[in-house]
C-alpha cells in the first residue's frame, strides 16, 4: 500500500492562497455596491454612463471613419475655400494662414507654406477634386455622424432622401460653424482685447446653438428644446477646451512631425488633428444623449423611440 504523496511546497502553497468561492462573491457584491455608490453621484454617474453609452455605440470605429474622410474631404475643401476667399492670391495661401493661426516659426513654418502653395496654377483641378471629394466622401461624414447620434439616442437612423438632405444641411452648417471658428480666431490675432471680448460671446453662441440643432436635425424627430439645452451646454464648454487643447497638440505636431518627416509630417499632423475632432463629435452624442434621457424623462424617452420606429416605416 502507498503511502500519499505529500503535495509539494509550491502547490500547497497555490491551494492555501486560492480565495474560497464564497470570499469571491463576496468581493464582486462590494464591487457592485460601490459602482452603484458612484453612479448615484451626478457627476460620475454621468461620466459612467456615457463612457459606457460611447462605447456600446462602438464610438471608436465610427470616429476613425468620420477622421479618414474629414482629412480626405473636408480638408482639401478648406484648402481651396481659403484659395477663392482670397481670390488666388499668389502671396497668400491656406500655409500662411496656418502659420499665422497657429503662430508657428522657422523651419516648421517654412515647411508648412512649401507643403501648402497657392493654387492659382491648378484652381481648375483643385475645384473639380474637393467638389468630387465632398460628394463621394464629405456626405459619408455626415452619414456617419448621423449613425453615430441614432446608437447614442437609440433610435432608428434615417434612410433614403431623408437622410442625405439633413445629413448635407447639417455638413453645410458645420463647415460654417468651423469657418466662423476660424475666421474669429484670425482675427482676434494681434488685436485689441475688446476684439477677444465681442469674439468670445460670438464663439460660443455659435456654437451652442450648433449643438443645440445638431440632434432635431440628424435625427428628424420632435425633441423639446429645453431637453436638449443641458447637453448643448456642456457640448460647448467641452468644445471649447477640445479646441484649445487640440489646438496646441496641433502646434506640437507641426512642430515635430515636420523636422521628422518634412511635407509628410505635416499631413501626419493634420490627421491626428481630425483624429481628435472627430472622437470629440462622437463622445458628444454619447454625452447629448445621456443628458436628453435625464432632462426628459423615461414617458418621453419611450414616447420618442416610439415615434422613431414607427416613421421608419413611412
Do not use: C
Not at 455608490?37 to 470605429?61: C, D, T, W, Y
Not at 492670391?89 to 515647411?111: K, M, Y
Not at 508648412?112 to 465632398?134: E, H, K, P, Y
Request: aromatic share 12%; charged share 15%; proline share 4%.
Amino acid at each position: 500500500m502507498t503511502e500519499p504523496s505529500e503535495p509539494s511546497p509550491s502547490t500547497e502553497g497555490l491551494v492555501e492562497s486560492a480565495p474560497p468561492p464564497g470570499r469571491i462573491a463576496e468581493w464582486k457584491a462590494r464591487a457592485e455596491q460601490y459602482r452603484s455608490e458612484l453612479e448615484s453621484r451626478p457627476r460620475i454617474g454621468f461620466a459612467l454612463r456615457s463612457v459606457r453609452r460611447f462605447n456600446r455605440m462602438e464610438g471608436k470605429h465610427l470616429s476613425l471613419v468620420i477622421a479618414m474622410n474629414l482629412f480626405v474631404a473636408i480638408i482639401p475643401l478648406f484648402i481651396v475655400g481659403y484659395a477663392l476667399l482670397v481670390a488666388f492670391n499668389p502671396d497668400r495661401s491656406f500655409g500662411s494662414f496656418i502659420v499665422n493661426t497657429f503662430h508657428l516659426t522657422g523651419q516648421t513654418a517654412d515647411t508648412v507654406d512649401q507643403t501648402f502653395s497657392n493654387a492659382r496654377s491648378g484652381r481648375n483641378t483643385a475645384l473639380s477634386i474637393s467638389v468630387i471629394s465632398l460628394l463621394i466622401t464629405g456626405l459619408d461624414v455626415s452619414a456617419t455622424v448621423q449613425l453615430a447620434y441614432a446608437r447614442a439616442f437609440g433610435v432608428t437612423p434615417l434612410s433614403g432622401l431623408r437622410k442625405y438632405l439633413r445629413g448635407g444641411a447639417w455638413l453645410f452648417i458645420m463647415l460654417a460653424v468651423t469657418s466662423i471658428g476660424l475666421a474669429l480666431r484670425a482675427t482676434v490675432a494681434d488685436r485689441s482685447n475688446w476684439v477677444l471680448v465681442l469674439a468670445i460671446p460670438l464663439y460660443l453662441s455659435v456654437q451652442f446653438g450648433f449643438y443645440l440643432v445638431t440632434p432635431r436635425l440628424l435625427l428628424d424627430l420632435p425633441f423639446a428644446w429645453r431637453s436638449l439645452a443641458p447637453g448643448a451646454a456642456v457640448s460647448t464648454g467641452a468644445a471649447v477646451l477640445v479646441n484649445a487643447f487640440s489646438s496646441f497638440q496641433l502646434h506640437r505636431w507641426l512642430s515635430g512631425y515636420s523636422h521628422a518627416y518634412g511635407s509628410f509630417g505635416i499631413g501626419l499632423s493634420i490627421i491626428a488633428y481630425v483624429g481628435l475632432i472627430a472622437l470629440f463629435w462622437v463622445w458628444i452624442a454619447a454625452v447629448m444623449a445621456t443628458y436628453w434621457e435625464n432632462k426628459a424623462g423615461s414617458a418621453a424617452v419611450a414616447a420618442m423611440h416610439k415615434l422613431s420606429a414607427q416613421s421608419a416605416h413611412i
